[in-house]
């Protein structure tokens, strides 16, 4: 939820946190500075994290709202990075996190936490996000470090020169091994999408990789880059993700997507590959075949 309201002459010239609490009463004066702390608020369209910065009479403030249980310090240190050379790191998202700065939130995302680890080392480029994870998968997602670097792989993404691999649990078996699906996506609601026939060309392989206990473990490769596509190809094929109930999938302790690999070839024809562990959540609720293919890969 997103609370706006105008300045006024009896506001003008308090903090930001004082104005923001006699325009909100319903507010405590903690839960607007947790909003300015955590990247919720904005000064005439403007991002501010100072709750003492003065206001003037027609300023426009805007307070994004979001559960007080989401508020969950990320940082990322030289030694949780999966992957980093000159150019390049990619981190390991854990689910329930956001991939970028949303109008409620920036401390707590994924592009920020990476922004502070680039500052700690001395970098003074911003953190770009060229691809994004759903906010309940987890996995790999790579960062440039720089605006060549950003280039070089964005059109990379665009043209499909950028090999991901995703894991993912379903409920039930399929009765073959491996297949394609080739179907259109399109928006249907303001957060899901679905198969359209006027929708944008989206194609994903599918591969059985363990079986039992009633669960099936799926290997993705996405050879498009549609928002929810795995998501959306798997429950058009039946057997929607387990804890993804937009689409239909049976309860689960967390939606049980990860993406667990990327790879691409850097400008001067070196590979860059980085390759996510499940979590425990993703351990507990696979088949055993799942975790010695896990260990196959590690060793």
């Known amino acids: 939820m ?6 006024d ?6 903090r930001l946190d004082d104005a923001a609490k006699a325009l909100f009463p319903q507010l405590s004066k903690g839960e607007i500075r947790r909003v300015v702390d955590w990247g919720g608020c904005y000064l005439s369209q403007v991002l501010v994290r100072v709750a003492s910065r003065s206001v003037k009479e027609g300023d426009e403030i805007a307070l994004g709202l979001m559960e007080p ?21 990619a ?9 970028q700065r949303t109008p409620y939130q920036l401390k707590g995302t994924v ?11 001395g970098l003074k480029d911003p953190s770009r996000v060229v691809h994004r994870l759903d906010r309940g998968t987890s996995g790999v997602m790579f960062f440039p470090k720089h605006k060549q670097a950003a280039t070089y792989i964005s059109n990379l993404l665009k043209d499909g020169k950028v090999q991901k691999t995703y894991w993912a649990l379903i409920s039930g078996s399929p009765d073959q091994p491996g297949w394609k699906v080739d179907a259109p996506l399109a928006k249907v609601s303001k957060f899901r999408y679905g198969v359209a026939q006027n929708g944008k060309p989206a194609r994903t392989l599918f591969q059985v990789i363990a079986e039992g206990g009633g669960v099936t473990a799926v290997e993705a490769k996405p050879l498009t880059g549609r928002t929810h596509q795995i998501r959306v190809h798997l429950a058009h094929s039946g057997f929607p993700i387990m804890g993804d109930e937009s689409y239909g999938g049976i309860p689960a302790a967390r939606m049980m997507l990860h993406c667990r690999g990327m790879r691409f070839t850097g400008a001067k024809g070196k590979i860059i590959e ?3 562990p ?4 993703f351990k507990q609720a696979a088949p ?8 196959v890969e590690v060793s």
């Open 111 to 121: 592009e920020y936490a990476v922004e502070c680890y680039m500052k700690s080392i």
């Open 91 to 99: 981190v390991h998202k854990a689910a329930g996190f956001n991939s």
């Open 9 to 14: 002459a009896e506001q003008a010239g308090m």
């Open 288 to 295: 055993e075949g799942l975790l010695q293919v896990e260990s």
């Open 278 to 281: 499940i979590d425990a959540a």
């Open 274 to 276: 980085a390759v996510a």
């Open 69 to 89: 249980e989401r508020c969950i310090e990320l940082a990322y240190q030289k030694g949780d990075l999966l992957y980093e050379d000159k150019d390049f790191l």
């Open 2 to 7: 997103i609370l706006t309201a105008r300045v």
